[in-house]
């Protein structure tokens, strides 16, 4: 099949992110003809004018419509793209020159339906933004699942960096309105109707978070929330690994119980697994401020999603209501 790639990027108020990310595009080393789907979703800053610096360079497809989330404004650009391989993207990732040729090469000799990328921290972003990535990307703190090539599961690509055919988003109706969690719940979806999910390593995309430590215990807070709605609506993708984080901090808890009675083994256990964290993260930066960051940034990460978890499932078992009622904040009504 001859592939013909549109770029779907939902856009929120963000025209700084799409001129960063258009000047990516027009440094692509790549002669494939390729289209890009903006989509502005209910944007009171609309990027407009900035899409028009790049209206000569670029074949940019500008649509408008009402507020109704990521997912929905995904789906509604892949509705109107002229491409037969979407290529899902986020408003604050910028892509290095040859991304477009690895994912072309990939896909010619291993085709698949759906693909995903890691996430990258570019030398050019802020050291919180850094430690954030490692903490989001490293095996030793999230075990690969956003792209790592040692990824302890089957990979479930994310939408800031993910590839659809055309022939899957028909099959599927693409991604539903939860959000965080629409894109697990597709690959989840992918996987029952027989199509196959692959990592594609070297297509990665450095990924401009505009975050914060209070943004980022949010962010995390609200995929703990998720995951067990997942895993009602998805019983076969039940793992034991989402409950570590869980566990990490109840853990936590009580080594420092022990520790207020003389039993210091636990806590000594904790803070070896900190060093570990500070040292790889030190070798992977070369920053002992980033290293020191990535401990904060950790902490927050299992903190946050650890007992979001444990409060999603107790919620979802005692109340009987579905997840739409409990958690509406989690939900975008589709236009």
């Not at 800031?160 to 989840?188: C, Q, R």
């Not at 914060?212 to 609506?233: A, C």
């Amino acid at each position: 099949m001859e592939l013909a790639f549109s770029f779907i990027i939902p856009v929120f108020n963000r025209p700084n992110e799409i001129d960063e990310l258009l000047q990516s595009f027009s440094n692509l080393n790549s002669n494939e003809n390729f289209e890009i789907v903006i989509i502005e979703d209910g944007s009171t800053l609309p990027s407009k004018n900035v899409i028009a610096n790049f209206q000569d360079q670029l074949n940019i497809t500008y649509l408008v419509k009402e507020n109704s989330g990521p997912g929905d404004s995904r789906n509604y650009g892949m509705q109107h793209a002229k491409g037969n391989y979407f290529i899902i993207l986020d408003s604050d990732c910028i892509l290095p020159p040859n991304y477009l040729n690895i994912v072309k090469l990939f896909l010619t000799d291993n085709y698949v339906d759906c693909f995903g990328g890691p996430d990258a921290a570019h030398s050019s972003f802020s050291n919180l933004q850094k430690a954030i990535n490692f903490s989001m990307t490293a095996f030793i703190t999230t075990g690969g699942i956003r792209g790592n090539k040692t990824q302890i599961n089957k990979f479930q690509p994310r939408s800031f960096n993910m590839g659809l055919s055309k022939k899957a988003f028909l099959k599927t109706g693409g991604f539903g309105n939860i959000h965080p969690g629409e894109d697990p719940d597709l690959s989840l979806r992918l996987w029952k109707l027989g199509y196959e999910t692959a990592l594609i390593p070297e297509a990665f995309v450095y990924h401009k978070r505009r975050i914060s430590w209070s943004k980022f215990y949010k962010q995390v807070s609200k995929f703990g929330l998720v995951r067990p709605i997942l895993n009602v609506w998805h019983p076969e993708s039940k793992k034991i690994t989402y409950w570590f984080p869980t566990i990490f901090i109840l853990g936590f808890v009580l080594a420092i119980v022990l520790a207020a009675l003389n039993c210091m083994q636990l806590l000594l256990l904790y803070g070896t697994y900190f060093l570990i964290v500070f040292l790889v993260a030190l070798f992977s930066t070369r920053s002992f401020v980033i290293a020191i960051q990535a401990i904060c940034a950790t902490s927050i990460q299992f903190i946050g999603y650890g007992f979001s978890f444990i409060k999603s499932i107790t919620i979802l078992k005692v109340s009987g209501k579905k997840p739409e009622e409990i958690f509406p904040e989690l939900f975008f009504k589709n236009k």
